[in-house]
């Protein structure tokens, strides 16, 4: 899952990137709303949270330009405390939900679930891929019902693989994913999380394919 945050709040936006990136997530962060309405226009990631308040284009002008352009995407409104006008006029505009400041991050978690879940366009909560089942809903990877231990970074990246699965993906765009575009990643980081999660895959049906100089693929045939 690729979250753009759209913040011009320096400290605030620094604890929620922190945080999603804890989780998994990956994320890309803007500070300037013309900025933002341009990275969604080139198709910026999955779900976007979009401060009200930005410098030279507002958040409800970015969610109407989203929507005029028949976009979909789930959109989360950041407001102020009391300032109701703002979050009639972000619903109107066409955010899908709002939070608003200051708020605990356990909750933006869980409004991010929520939105995700309404959403037809995701991948189902469940599902099989060879002799493995991978829960969206509890972020978990089963093998004959009992659960394969990931951490986060390694999850996140099953997610990606499985997202495109049988199809090979270049690690310029698994980064990005994983860490959100222009992140400061080192350059083998990717091939680390591969080695690692590949190990954990071994006593499965799944693997993960090189195709060196091209990229990784999920791979549920049989060999």
Excluded: C, W
Aim: without cysteine.
């Amino acid at each position: 899952m690729r979250i753009t945050l759209i913040e011009d709040n320096q400290s605030l936006a620094r604890g929620i990137v922190n945080a999603l990136r804890d989780q998994g997530y990956a994320v890309d962060h803007l500070e300037d709303g013309l900025a933002g309405d341009e990275f969604l226009r080139t198709g910026g990631g999955d779900v976007a949270i979009i401060d009200v308040n930005l410098p030279h284009m507002t958040g409800i002008e970015i969610i109407r330009a989203l929507r005029a352009r028949g976009d979909a995407m789930p959109v989360l409104m950041l407001t102020a405390m009391g300032k109701t006008s703002d979050r009639v006029a972000g619903l109107d505009a066409g955010a899908d939900d709002y939070l608003v400041k200051p708020f605990e991050m356990a909750e933006l978690f869980a409004r991010l679930r929520a939105l995700i879940r309404r959403q037809p366009k995701f991948a189902p909560v469940r599902e099989m891929v060879g002799d493995l089942v991978f829960d969206r809903e509890q972020r978990q990877l089963f093998q004959d019902g009992r659960a394969i231990d990931l951490p986060r970074r390694e999850l996140a990246l099953f997610e990606v693989l499985l997202a495109q699965k049988g199809r090979l993906i270049e690690k310029d765009r698994i980064a990005d994913a994983l860490y959100g575009t222009g992140a400061e990643v080192e350059p083998n980081a990717v091939e680390l999380l591969i080695s690692r999660l590949r190990r954990k895959l071994e006593p499965t049906s799944v693997h993960i394919r090189t195709a060196r100089g091209l990229g990784y693929m999920l791979d549920d045939s049989v060999s």
